[in-house]
């Protein structure tokens, strides 16, 4: 009967209990929500979800990124040799960045032992002694074998200070050429790698030169990347990017190119990802950009400050398909702009948060899992027992009832019990206990009280405190007459 109406109970404490490797399916109580969140994340649609502190906003917002697939476009910005001002952007695929990245580990031509080159080749690389044909590293000035100095036929009587790093005579790089099976002859380089040598071809060498001259870039959003970007309380050119100053205002010979200076926002930054903004009012009219963002998928990168050189750099056509999750407070959701909001209905949902569920069974159960949750996800602190169980479970009862006024409930402002449970936690941590036990949650229960509950049990009422703190700091009637 007990396993029945309690499935935790067959386990002996938290650390028992079974927890869904989905985020979405750790949300507790907020049913409607998961479910909408979950087709945001399929559909691709904006959410505005509102309710009070703690009921789980941010938890679903990071669930929904979860629930996305991995990014699959990189985004850099390329010189503009015919107008550096105004870079162009690049967007290379998954596929594209494998290719390229296959293609330069060809260019990198192919490492073999020393020898296999060439003796002439492997003695001025500094691999091979002249006189015994002895090999070794090429860091050695003189043969460990003869003792001669590798490099002394090419020294220079200044070489030491010129190349104080590499031993006299020392080659980098050897040029020869060999005869093909047609007949003619192509360049081959011999490069000194370390303990190798890399051979390049006349082929790889083309390849090489041909990589060298397309555009210089700059990758502002990586193809490994978070697809939750949070934008809480972001400024004007943390949300939509900015160009960084060159006190040389981008001068050819000694300022730095326009392209390098590009910084992406955090509407970039989402990119085929979940753009995450708590509190949405407090963007104020920033807002509005989110407009234009939404619609178009895409907003241009400028420099934001008038004073700086970057003033005059743009870039157009920044791609940012993000998903917004917004949060609001219930008594904010005036300061939110209309057309935002008409812009999340018109390919999104709004969604009012539950701040209780019925006290059932399987809600019990769900409460359970929150207690196992946060303890894992804290990290620092030991396991609960089932009693301890119990006793969140029945707070949340108490707080249900105080607080939303909702009879056989249980509270949905997780984050208060979740404050609760990482209190009895450190209590049990500093006491050496191996688990957390009922006595350890009821007195963090007590401890964990606001400042106006307390201020009220110790003065009768948050006036009285507030009266108190006025009459001690007026001053004494005698020294008042003093004066």
């Given amino acids: 009967m007990a396993e029945t109406e309690f499935p935790y109970l067959s386990a002996e404490t938290t650390e028992d209990i079974e927890i869904p490797r989905n985020p979405l399916e750790q949300v507790i109580g907020q049913d409607e929500a998961v479910k909408y969140c979950k087709i945001a994340a399929l559909q691709r649609r904006h959410v505005l979800m509102v309710g009070p502190p703690g009921?789980?906003?941010?938890?679903?917002?990071?669930?929904?990124?979860?629930?996305?697939?991995?990014?699959?476009?990189?985004?850099?910005?390329?010189?503009?040799?015919?107008?550096?001002?105004?870079?162009?952007?690049?967007?290379?695929?998954?596929?594209?960045?494998?290719?390229?990245?296959?293609?330069?580990?060809?260019?990198?031509?192919?490492?073999?032992?020393?020898?296999?080159?060439?003796?002439?080749?492997?003695?001025?690389?500094?691999?091979?002694?002249?006189?015994?044909?002895?090999?070794?590293?090429?860091?050695?000035?003189?043969?460990?074998?003869?003792?001669?100095?590798?490099?002394?036929?090419?020294?220079?009587?200044?070489?030491d200070l010129l190349f104080p790093h590499m031993p006299t005579g020392q080659k980098t790089r050897v040029h020869t050429t060999r005869s093909t099976e047609d007949g003619h002859e192509e360049i081959i380089v011999y490069e000194g790698a370390g303990e190798?040598?890399?051979?390049?071809?006349?082929?790889?060498?083309?390849?090489?030169?041909?990589?060298?001259?397309?555009?210089?870039?700059?990758?502002?959003?990586?193809?490994?990347?978070?697809?939750?970007?949070?934008?809480?309380?972001?400024?004007e050119t943390e949300l939509l990017g900015d160009v960084r100053h060159?006190?040389?205002?981008?001068?050819?010979?000694?300022?730095?190119?326009?392209?390098?200076?590009?910084?992406?926002?955090?509407?970039?930054?989402?990119?085929?990802?979940?753009?995450?903004?708590?509190?949405?009012?407090?963007?104020?009219?920033?807002?509005?950009?989110?407009?234009?963002?939404?619609?178009?998928?895409?907003?241009?990168?400028?420099?934001?400050?008038?004073?700086?050189?970057?003033?005059?750099?743009?870039?157009?056509?920044?791609p940012c398909d993000f998903v917004l999750m917004a949060a609001s407070n219930i008594n904010d959701i005036p300061y939110i702009l209309p057309p935002l909001r008409s812009r999340i209905i018109g390919n999104g949902y709004e969604l009012l948060l539950q701040t209780t569920m019925p006290d059932t069974a399987a809600n019990r159960q769900r409460l359970a899992q929150f207690v196992a949750q946060e303890i894992k996800k804290d990290g620092k602190i030991p396991p609960a027992t089932l009693a301890a169980v119990e006793a969140v479970i029945a707070e949340a009862r108490r707080r249900a009832k105080k607080v939303d006024g909702a009879e056989d409930a249980l509270t949905l402002r997780l984050r208060e019990l979740s404050g609760v449970v990482r209190l009895s936690g450190d209590l049990a941590v500093t006491e050496h206990a191996p688990l957390i036990d009922e006595g350890m949650i009821a007195r963090s229960i007590i401890r964990s009280k606001n400042i106006e509950e307390q201020l009220s049990e110790r003065y009768g009422s948050v006036w009285n405190a507030n009266k108190s703190e006025i009459i001690s700091t007026e001053p004494h009637r005698d020294q008042k007459e003093i004066r």
């Fill in 246 to 318: 060159d006190p040389y205002g981008g001068h050819a010979q000694i300022g730095t190119p326009p392209y390098t200076r590009v910084v992406a926002g955090a509407m970039h930054d989402a990119h085929e990802g979940v753009l995450f903004i708590d509190e949405i009012s407090s963007l104020h009219n920033i807002q509005r950009f989110l407009l234009t963002a939404m619609q178009e998928k895409k907003y241009p990168i400028v420099g934001r400050n008038p004073q700086s050189s970057g003033a005059s750099v743009r870039v157009d056509d920044v």
């Fill in 55 to 159: 009921t789980g906003k941010s938890m679903l917002a990071q669930a929904t990124a979860y629930c996305l697939p991995k990014p699959e476009h990189e985004i850099s910005v390329l010189h503009n040799p015919e107008n550096p001002e105004h870079p162009i952007i690049e967007i290379l695929s998954k596929e594209q960045i494998l290719r390229e990245k296959k293609l330069a580990k060809q260019l990198e031509g192919r490492l073999v032992d020393a020898r296999e080159v060439p003796s002439f080749v492997a003695e001025r690389l500094g691999y091979r002694c002249r006189r015994c044909g002895k090999l070794s590293r090429p860091q050695d000035g003189a043969c460990p074998s003869c003792g001669m100095d590798k490099y002394a036929n090419e020294s220079s009587p200044f070489g």
């Fill in 196 to 235: 190798k040598i890399r051979v390049m071809d006349q082929v790889s060498l083309e390849k090489l030169d041909l990589q060298k001259r397309k555009a210089p870039r700059k990758t502002i959003i990586p193809l490994n990347r978070k697809n939750f970007v949070v934008a809480t309380g972001a400024s």
